[in-house]
Structure formats: structure tokens, C-alpha cells
């Protein structure tokens, strides 16, 4: 148990961003002048846990959902106090697999583990959690598994002029300490892990009898017994701060199985109207309530499936925080579909959150499918069926390769312009502009148009968060300000400039942005600006 | 087996299907209709599994006793533990052979037996419990029944139980089926053809892939199940052999179709993001003047060119 206060990969926050990239040289971020934030310190001090880290968009700490491609399309992992809901395929052969994921994960980064069911017991559950693939063979085992992704493809006949054959694999490296593991689903987790790990299990059979009485329009004495259960823990082991002699701050995971199912006692997969057909929103209520004032996290599977009411799952959905939907193809027709035979199911992403924060962390990537291999669960996406597990999160200002970056914002073509496109990236955290020098998503010198450092863009309007502005000479101008005046002076969403836009963009535009440089920032942007001219 | 092989019948392996229902154990579906009728089958499965030697309990709640034991010969009868709901559902009689708590009294009562050996308790049927029972007790209820033998660590070695359920699918809505068929181990499903019988067994194991088959048979008179070849399929009706299949390859404005020469050249073009070691070994040359790199920019109407930076007019 990584006991040492680990943040995770890269650099999430303010102070330390700078601090390794001065150090390292990896960027060309430098401060403008003393902190921003000040000496008194009132910026967000680092939450330092165990397998935690500070999202790089909004602030909030985040937990690793045991799937890196699906950390990845949530923007980072799941925020603390959240709930991930996950509806079940239709013979519910995957979303178990989740679930132990992200069970499995909390194990490994030392979480507490708090798990609920109503048809397995929570000991055997445990049991089969899968194993963590460590640092030493899981680069066989991704070898292995890439060389047979691989090998299909190679078969096809069609070249395409596609630039990312060539791209070299980001680098693939869970280690204990870090946020976010990869797990082999063929073997089970070693037992002194789970023994060495501090969980709590729920029983629905055991802790409830048979002959209790029912009241209307009250939740049914499932959840209740539940929901005592999980506010005990909460306020027992201090994770809602109510034991200020705990130094060492730990998060609990909550999983909770085929929630919504009859044997919890609920009807909703039953009939349409049942008795107590609000019993459902009435525990996602009361649980969101206690997930927000804890450090916790929650995963819960539901059969969506067989619950008769469509007006419920709307109300589950609202309630919930992250709803993801998986679709198996086993007994559809998909199944013969040549399109889907390389993959299991697709993945739908039916809700985001939008946590302190205006605009949700979309994915642009909408077509997601999900492919059970011999070990590994991976999730792919869109037309290039690139693996996102493979992909670290990457962070702006870090030299990783561009790929990354086109393939997060789902870039399904490249545009290349002889001038120079626009691209805004909107960041939260970060309080100062790069200066000159700076090159980001420029695709590796590997092609001979290298003059065109336009990075990669994604013509889709949709990308209102996404868009990178960068620039090859030196300039003062607090990209912040920039953006921020833009977006208050000329009201209009940040956007790329189409190339209409940037027509109309000439020298004296930007000289009117520096003058509003001296405005104060409301918002958190980074903009960097770009030459027209050498 | 996945599903879409499955669906095969005759073959050697698959005939036994149907037989080892019973073997698998948990919850076993039988969902019948007005036109196929399933109590037939479920004679014969607890015939098959009274003569294994297992202990057979009977919740009789739609038939009367008599009727269910109908055509059973003598020694299965006395294999059979039959209780009877269908006589007293209510208990109003008030004896002493009532069971107390009903069905679900019953069920649990064999479920807290002592001793071992497989069991298989056959539900006559599901439909009427659905029908006098709330859902979800008979869900929980079936689920712990069917799961007891999958807690470890029981002092007394319980042995498996398998529980036949017969479900008449048109009483119910879709909402009861699902809920019973999530949880059921195994679903056979009644239907046919012309006079003969088929069973669609849907087997979901627990973290595999559901397999499914289709089986033939009918069931003799003295409840032996007999497992058939299916009716010999008729060829279907093609599309109408009048009509040629069109080819939407002729008649196009442009060609689909490359020649043998066309193909090699095709297959020779260099694409622009593919990089062999010559064109590499190009762009590595240091061509003159290019230290950083360049943006050609064609400046247009509203571009002012002037070199000077911007930044030098900003009096901060």
C-alpha cells in the first residue's frame, strides 16, 4: 500500500506544474512573474492520497475507475463524490467486469472497499477480482495483445495516406504507485491483496428478514438497510472528516450490484407502476448526498434493461453523475454485422458531469466500441479503432506526442492549411501563458511539411474546449486575458477560427487584444498566440 | 457453442442438451404457451430426475395431486414429495398437514434440510405464485433457494439444487418475464412446428457467453422425454427465379475495376505519410536556411506586413 502521498503521472496542479517543467525542460512554460496564487498560499492545496490526483481541468481529485480508456473518456477518472452508473448489458457478462475493475483498483491503491450486492455474496466477489497486470510482464502482455490487434489490419489491402501509421505507441506503464492500472481478466488477484486490503461487504440476504413489513411510499427496506450501512462506515472510519485524529486520509470506493434488480426488493423491473416506484431516485438521492460530503466514490451496475418504466431510467440518469451504457452484441444482429466482429459491445456515454464547471469534458469521440480479449477488457474508438487504453492522459504543455492529443479530440482527418489555424485550449489551473518557443502538437518533425507546425485540429464546432492557439515568437500577452476579453468583448464562444475568421484577424486585432491584456482574468485559459509571419 | 452455431440441432453433442438441463442446476425456466404446453415436459424432467435417484419435491398449486400424478408409474410416485397447494390455497381447513408460510414457506423449508444430495424441486407452477405473490419475495425467494449450494463453507455439504419452474409466458407482461429470466440459470422456451415440438434452451453460465439450441422431441406416453431430429426444412422460396440478380457494377459512368497494370501501379504509388529510407534520408539532409521551422504565409487583403512586433507600441 503506497502510503507515500503519490499524485499520479504528470503534473496536475499549479505549483508543481511549473516546478518540474523549469526543472525538467520539457516545456517552455515559464512564469511571468511571482506566483500568481500568492505567498499566503490560497490556492488548492494538493489532497495528497494514494492512487488520487487533482484533475487537470477542473480541480477536482479524481479516482482511477480501473480502465484507463474509460478514465480517459471521462476526462481523467472519476471525481471524488461522484456516482458512475453503469447499465448493464442484456446478459450481464460485461458490466461485472467493470465492476471488479474498478474494485480491483481500489485494492491496489489501498482504497477502502465498500461492496453491496444482493445476489453474490461480497466475500466472493472479492475473490474474483481481477489480477493487476505489473510493471514487468505488462509490456508482454500488451505486446502480445497489440501484435494480434495488429495483424488483421496489416491484411487489408487498401493503403491509406494516413499519417499516424507511422506514430510510435505512447509509452505503457502501470506501476504500483501510479493512478490507473491494467488488469488481466483471466487471472484473479493475488489473496494477500485482498486480505491486505480494509473492505466492508452488504449482504442484502443476510442483513434483512423476510417478514419485515413494507410501508408505501418509503424507500424499501433494501436500500434503507443500505444506506444505514454505508453512512455507518462513512461517519465510523472518518471519510466525511468527522475524526479529525485521522492523518492519513484515505478514499472509500462504493460498489454496489445490479442495483434496481427484484432482489433488492425493488419493483421497477417488474412492473410499470409498482408501489414504490420512486424508491430507486429516492436512494440515488440520499446516496449522492452522502457521496458529496465524504471522499468517496461509487460504481453502480443496474439491469436498465428490465426496468419496465422509461420515465424511471430518465430519473436514475438525472440522478446519477456518469451513466455509461454497454451493449453487448450477443443475440443481435450485430453480432453477423462485419462492421462490429472484431469487438463485444458498444459502449454508449450517456451522461457527463459537469462538476465547478460550465461546459462538461465531452469526448469527441461518440463511436466507442468494447472488445473482451484473452486478458485485457480494451475500449476503441471511432473510425480509426485506435486503442485509448493505451494513450497516458496527456497534459498540454508536455512534449508527448500529438497523437495523443488528435486522438482524444477524436480527429478523424487532417487539415492541413498553409497558414496557421487557430486553436484555443481552454485549461483550468494553469495561470500563465508559454512564451515563445513553444511547440506543441507539432507532429514529430516526421513529415517534411514541417513548416506547417499547425497542430492537429478538428474542424467540428464542437469542440468548444479543445481549440490550441500556439505561436512561434515571443510575446507577452497573457493568453488568459486574451481569450477571456475575446469571450466577453466580442460575446461568442471560444471557437476555431474558421478561416473566414481568421481573415478578417489581422495585425490590428491583436494589437486590440494587448490592449485589453491589462483587464483582470475571471476565467482560467491558455492561449497561445501565433505568428502569421516568420 | 456460441449462439449463432448453436442453433443446429442433431448432432451427438447437442442432443444431450436437453437432457443435462438438470444437471446444471439453479433455476430452470420452462416458459410454455396456449399452443405448446409445458407441463408435459416438466413430467418428464422430474420422471428423469426421480429415477437418477435424486429427491424430487412437487409444489403442486395448479393441478390437483391426482391429475399431476397421472401417468406416472408406481415407484416414481413414491419418489415424489408432493405438496399440495392446490386443494387448500388458503389454508382454509386449518389442518395439520398445512404448511405454514405457503409455497415460499415450503421452499424454504426444503432449502433447510439437513440432509445431502441433489434435489430438484419442480414449481407448478411459476405463473400462479407470480400471480398470488409479489415479484420480488418469489425473485429473492427463488434466488436463495437456487443458490445454496454455492456458499462455501457450510458445515453440512448441501447438494445442488435445481428448480423447475413452469411459466406460462401469455399471463404475464414482459416486466415479470425478464425479472424471472435474469435470473434463471437455464430457459427453455416451448414452441414447434406442425405437430412436433421444439425446445429453445438459452443456458447462461454465469461469466460466459449464453449458448442457446434448439431441440427436437416429443414426449412419449409414460413421460419419457425422446429426442428428435427436426422436421425436414423445406427449401425456402429464393428470390423470384424470373428476375436475374441485377449487378450494380455495370453500367456506371466511371470504372470500378483496375487492370492488371493499373493495379501494379497502384500498388507501387508511395503515399505521402509513408516513409521509405530514401525519403527519410531526403528530409534529413539539411536543406540551406531552414533552422526552425517555416510557415509560408500568403498574406492577403487585410494583413497589414509590417515586421515590426506589436508588443513594441504596448506602453505597460
Known amino acids: 500500500m503506497a502510503a507515500v502521498a503519490t499524485c499520479g503521472s504528470g503534473a496536475g496542479s499549479t505549483g508543481s506544474a511549473v516546478a518540474t517543467a523549469s526543472k525538467s525542460n520539457v516545456t517552455s512554460f515559464q512564469r511571468r512573474g511571482p506566483r500568481a496564487s500568492g505567498t499566503n498560499d490560497s490556492g488548492p492545496r494538493l489532497v495528497s492520497i494514494a492512487g488520487t490526483r487533482p484533475s487537470v481541468r477542473n480541480g477536482q481529485l479524481l479516482v482511477s475507475t480501473g480502465l484507463p480508456a474509460l478514465d480517459q473518456l471521462l476526462g481523467g477518472g472519476l471525481a471524488i463524490g461522484t456516482v458512475l452508473l453503469i447499465e448493464e448489458d442484456k446478459y450481464n457478462i460485461y458490466s461485472p467486469l467493470l465492476f471488479k475493475c474498478f474494485l480491483a483498483e481500489g485494492i491496489v491503491s489501498g482504497h477502502t472497499l465498500l461492496v453491496a450486492s444482493a445476489k453474490e455474496d461480497p466475500a466472493n466477489i472479492l475473490q474474483e477480482l481481477p489480477a493487476p497486470l505489473l510493471d514487468d510482464n505488462s509490456k508482454k502482455e500488451f505486446d502480445e495483445d497489440v501484435y494480434n490487434h495488429k495483424t488483421p489490419e496489416s491484411n487489408i489491402k487498401m493503403k491509406i495516406a494516413w499519417r499516424y501509421q507511422l506514430l510510435p505507441k505512447m509509452e505503457i506503464g502501470p506501476v504500483s504507485s501510479r493512478f490507473g492500472h491494467y488488469y488481466d481478466a483471466s487471472k484473479r488477484i493475488p489473496q494477500e491483496l485482498i486480505e491486505a486490503s480494509n473492505w466492508h461487504g452488504f449482504f442484502l440476504p443476510e442483513k434483512i428478514s423476510s417478514t419485515l413489513k413494507v410501508e408505501p411510499c418509503s424507500l424499501t427496506p433494501g436500500y434503507i438497510k443500505l444506506l444505514q450501512f454505508i453512512q455507518n462506515i462513512i461517519y465510523e472510519e472518518g471519510f466525511d472528516g468527522s475524526n479529525p485524529q485521522k492523518k492519513q486520509r484515505n478514499v472509500l470506493r462504493i460498489g454496489i450490484q445490479n442495483l434496481g434488480s427484484p432482489l433488492w426488493g425493488d419493483d421497477i423491473c417488474c412492473a410499470e407502476n409498482g408501489s414504490n416506484s420512486h424508491s430507486l431516485t429516492k436512494f440515488l438521492y440520499v446516496l449522492r448526498g452522502l457521496l458529496r460530503t465524504s471522499l468517496s466514490a461509487c460504481i453502480i451496475t443496474m439491469p436498465t434493461h428490465l426496468i419496465q418504466n422509461k420515465a424511471i431510467i430518465a430519473r436514475v440518469t438525472n440522478l446519477s453523475d456518469i451513466v455509461i451504457g454497454l451493449e453487448s452484441f450477443i443475440g443481435s444482429e450485430r453480432e453477423t454485422n462485419p462492421l462490429y466482429k472484431d469487438y463485444h459491445g458498444l459502449i454508449h456515454i450517456r451522461q457527463i458531469p459537469r462538476l465547478n464547471n460550465l461546459i462538461c469534458d465531452e469526448s469527441d469521440v461518440k463511436d466507442l466500441a468494447f472488445k473482451l480479449k484473452r486478458k485485457l477488457f480494451t475500449i476503441e474508438a471511432g473510425v480509426q479503432w485506435h486503442d485509448l487504453g493505451s494513450l497516458q492522459p496527456h497534459l498540454p504543455g508536455s512534449s508527448n506526442s500529438p497523437a495523443s492529443a488528435s486522438l482524444v479530440a477524436g480527429i478523424t482527418g487532417v487539415h492541413h492549411h498553409a497558414q496557421l489555424i487557430f486553436v484555443f485550449l481552454v485549461e483550468m489551473g494553469f495561470h500563465h501563458v508559454g512564451q515563445a518557443g513553444f511547440e506543441l502538437l507539432t507532429s514529430g518533425d516526421s513529415f517534411a511539411s514541417a513548416s506547417q507546425s499547425s497542430g492537429i485540429t478538428s474542424m467540428s464546432h464542437h469542440l468548444r474546449p479543445r481549440a490550441l492557439y500556439f505561436k512561434e515568437n515571443k510575446s507577452k500577452v497573457g493568453a488568459r486575458q486574451l481569450l477571456e476579453t475575446r469571450e466577453e468583448h466580442l460575446s461568442s464562444r471560444l471557437l476555431i477560427l474558421t478561416q473566414a475568421e481568421r481573415l478578417c484577424m489581422g495585425r490590428r486585432f491583436f494589437t486590440a487584444f494587448h490592449i485589453f491584456n491589462e483587464l483582470p482574468c475571471k476565467g482560467d485559459c491558455i492561449c497561445l498566440q501565433t505568428c502569421q509571419t516568420q | ?316
Not at chain 2, 460466459?208 to 422436421?231: A, H, N, V, Y
Open chain 2, 1 to 316: 457453442v456460441t449462439l449463432s452455431e448453436g442453433a443446429r440441432a442433431g448432432t451427438g453433442r447437442e442432443l444431450g442438451m436437453l437432457d443435462s438441463l438438470l444437471s446444471l442446476g439453479g433455476l430452470v425456466l420452462l416458459r410454455d404457451s396456449v399452443e405448446w404446453e409445458g407441463r408435459s415436459l416438466l413430467k418428464a424432467l422430474v420422471k428423469k430426475s426421480a429415477l437418477c435417484g435424486e429427491q424430487v419435491h412437487i409444489l403442486g398449486c395448479e393441478v390437483s395431486e391426482e391429475e399431476f400424478r397421472e401417468g406416472f408409474d408406481s415407484d416414481i410416485n413414491n419418489r415424489l414429495v408432493y405438496h399440495d397447494f392446490f386443494r387448500d390455497p388458503l389454508n382454509w381447513s386449518k389442518t395439520e398437514e398445512a404448511l405454514p408460510g405457503g409455497p415460499l414457506g415450503a421452499l424454504r423449508a426444503i432449502c433447510k434440510r439437513t440432509d445431502p444430495g441433489p434435489v430438484t424441486i419442480a414449481l407448478d407452477s411459476l405463473s400462479w405464485l407470480l400471480l398470488h405473490l409479489p415479484c420480488t419475495t418469489l425473485c429473492q425467494a427463488l434466488h436463495a433457494v437456487s443458490h445454496q449450494d454455492s456458499c462455501p463453507g457450510d458445515s453440512s455439504p448441501v447438494g445442488k439444487v435445481s428448480v423447475l419452474g413452469l411459466l406460462h409466458e401469455e399471463l404475464h407482461g414482459p416486466g415479470p418475464v425478464g425479472a424471472l429470466s435474469s435470473l434463471a440459470q437455464t430457459e427453455v422456451t416451448l414452441g414447434g412446428t406442425k405437430g412436433q415440438a421444439s425446445a429453445h434452451i438459452l443456458c447462461r453460465r454465469p461469466r460466459q457467453r449464453p449458448t442457446d439450441q434448439t431441440q427436437w422431441f416429443s414426449i412419449l406416453p409414460d413421460f419419457s422425454l425422446d429426442l428428435q431430429e427436426g422436421p425436414s426444412v423445406e427449401s425456402q422460396p429464393c428470390s423470384d427465379p424470373h428476375i436475374p440478380p441485377v449487378d450494380p457494377t455495370t453500367h456506371l459512368t466511371f470504372n470500378l475495376h483496375l487492370s492488371k497494370k493499373e493495379r501494379e501501379a497502384r500498388d507501387s504509388l508511395i503515399l505521402p505519410f509513408q516513409f521509405s529510407s530514401e525519403k527519410q534520408q531526403a528530409l534529413l539532409r539539411p536543406r540551406p536556411g531552414q533552422a526552425t521551422s517555416h510557415i509560408f504565409y500568403e498574406p492577403d487583403a487585410y494583413d497589414d506586413l509590417d515586421q515590426e512586433d506589436p508588443d513594441d507600441d504596448l506602453d505597460i
